[in-house]
């Protein structure tokens, strides 16, 4: 294994033109899209991430808190407070997993409201079903399996639409975040919480050296996939900047737009809000 590892290189970090490839409109030009460093056939990504996350469901939440040092649950509930959500609300939780986010949800909207946990991987969701968090407010939990880029819910149906650390899993991210729009209500607001490059060059070094040599050991010797977690770092150095993802939801019809960086960068949240009055048509057209 050392051996192995010897022989990596730690990659950088994408330019513009690199990270455009993740983009719709390249995908729909080359028919080809990434899953990290991987390029396949577009039709074969949502089979990856399929295989990927039923690697990893049953171990997905004790990996998360070790190898984030527990930090993601401050993200996560911070993230879910920016959201501001109010007693009774209907919130969505795009690509959900073992629902962390929702929980949050949950606690803020109160028995009245409703939080959808929406995966395509049935392992993910059925992991988080059973723990006591989610247990505690399974009457407002509800768990749908599907794929984010076809919600399976009617136009104008929440107040809130979440995605954490999903979104860049989608093969069509513009058509993710078309789908969340439509199914908002006039007013209803977005939240998407990312991973991202640290702003600090030194800080970004040593994060980097951990992303390349300790995640993928540490997956390797307790998860039983070290491929599995060079494959999440390098999504993440294929992802949008937040500027770009800003004008993404922009271009999605979302307005009021703003993001705030977390720990010096390693993730971001973005927030957005649909207008009370449509651009004529913005989901179709520039999705
Ligand atoms: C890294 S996990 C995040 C889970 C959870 N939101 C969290 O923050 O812990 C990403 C999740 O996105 C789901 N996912 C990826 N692509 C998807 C798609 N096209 N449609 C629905 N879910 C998807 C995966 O199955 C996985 O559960």
Same mark, same amino acid.
């Given at each position: 294994m050392l051996h192995q590892m010897k022989r990596l290189r730690i990659p950088g970090w994408f330019g513009r033109s690199?990270?455009?490839?993740? *983009?719709? /409109?390249?995908?729909?030009?080359?028919g080809t899209a990434y899953f990290g460093f991987r390029e396949m056939a577009r039709? +074969? !990504?949502? !089979?990856? $991430?399929?295989?990927?996350?039923?690697?990893?469901?049953?171990k997905y939440d004790f990996m998360n808190s070790l190898l984030s040092f527990g930090i993601h649950h401050f993200w996560k509930r911070k993230a879910v407070r920016i959201l501001d959500l109010r007693p009774g609300q209907q919130v969505l939780d795009v690509c959900g997993g073992t629902g962390d986010l929702s929980?949050?949800?949950?606690?803020?909207?109160?028995?009245?409201?409703?939080?959808?946990?929406?995966? *395509?991987?049935?392992?993910?969701? /059925?992991? &988080? @079903?059973? @723990? %006591?968090?989610?247990?505690?407010?399974?009457?407002q939990l509800h768990y749908v399996q599907g794929d984010a880029e076809r919600l399976? =819910?009617?136009?104008?149906? =929440? /107040?809130?639409?979440? $995605?954490?650390?999903g979104i860049r899993n989608? #093969?069509?991210?513009?058509?993710?975040?078309? +789908?969340m729009y439509r199914v908002l209500k006039p007013g209803g607001k977005v939240m998407c919480l990312e991973f991202s490059r640290p702003v600090n060059p030194l800080f970004r070094a040593l994060y980097d050296g951990y992303s390349f040599y300790f995640m993928p050991l540490l997956g390797s010797l307790l998860a039983g996939s070290g491929n599995s977690y060079s494959c999440l770092s390098e #999504?993440?150095? *294929?992802?949008? #900047? %937040?500027? +770009?993802?800003?004008?993404?939801?922009?271009?999605? &019809?979302? +307005?009021?737009?703003?993001?705030k960086r977390l720990t010096n960068g390693i993730a971001a949240i973005h927030l957005g809000r649909k207008p009370f009055s449509f651009p004529a048509e913005p989901s179709k057209d520039k999705a």
């Open positions: 690199e990270r455009q490839k993740m *983009m719709d /409109e390249h995908i729909a030009r080359s039709a +074969e !990504k949502n !089979k990856a $991430v399929q295989a990927h996350f039923n690697r990893v469901a049953a929980v949050y949800a949950a606690r803020r909207i109160g028995p009245d409201g409703d939080v959808f946990v929406y995966d *395509m991987n049935r392992r993910m969701m /059925e992991a &988080g @079903r059973s @723990r %006591p968090g989610n247990r505690h407010y399974r009457r399976c =819910f009617a136009d104008n149906r =929440f /107040e809130a639409a979440m $995605v954490g650390f989608l #093969t069509h991210l513009k058509k993710g975040f078309s +789908e #999504t993440i150095r *294929m992802f949008a #900047t %937040p500027d +770009e993802l800003k004008a993404i939801l922009g271009a999605v &019809g979302f +307005e009021s737009v703003s993001y």
